[in-house]
């Protein structure tokens, strides 16, 4: 992820941004299928980042990582992505949960 572009930018400009995306968007409406789609590129790139950090513990293992660090910074990706699929995986459980008890 490369966040070089982002140097100096203000919460207002990621705003204005947001709101112009918002303004431009054609469908404002979220179809399940949507939904579904960002939920199974989540879970994709949790997965393409799990294994990333176990390539770089093989890496450092066998002695071929030249910096510890690059280890530790997958790790950390791996876990936060993981961290964010869990969470999702828990409200999407909870709104099913949520459904289901309602009353028709």
């Given at each position: 992820m ?18 112009q995306?918002?303004?431009l968007?054609d ?14 590129g989540?879970?994709?790139?949790t997965n393409s980042?799990q ?6 513990k ?5 002695g ?17 992505a ?5 969470a ?15 009353q028709i």
């Amino acid at each position: 992820m490369d966040v070089s572009i982002l140097t100096g930018v203000t919460r207002a400009d990621y705003m204005d941004v947001v709101s112009q995306q918002t303004l431009l968007s054609d469908d404002t409406e979220r179809t399940f299928d949507s939904v579904l789609s960002s939920a199974l590129g989540i879970l994709n790139e949790t997965n393409s980042l799990q294994n990333s950090a176990a390539s770089e513990k093989i890496k450092f293992a066998l002695g071929k990582a030249d910096n510890p660090h690059d280890m530790q910074i997958a790790e950390a990706k791996a876990l936060s992505a993981l961290q964010y699929t869990t969470a999702v995986r828990d409200k999407a459980l909870e709104a099913y949960k949520e459904i289901m008890n309602m009353q028709i």
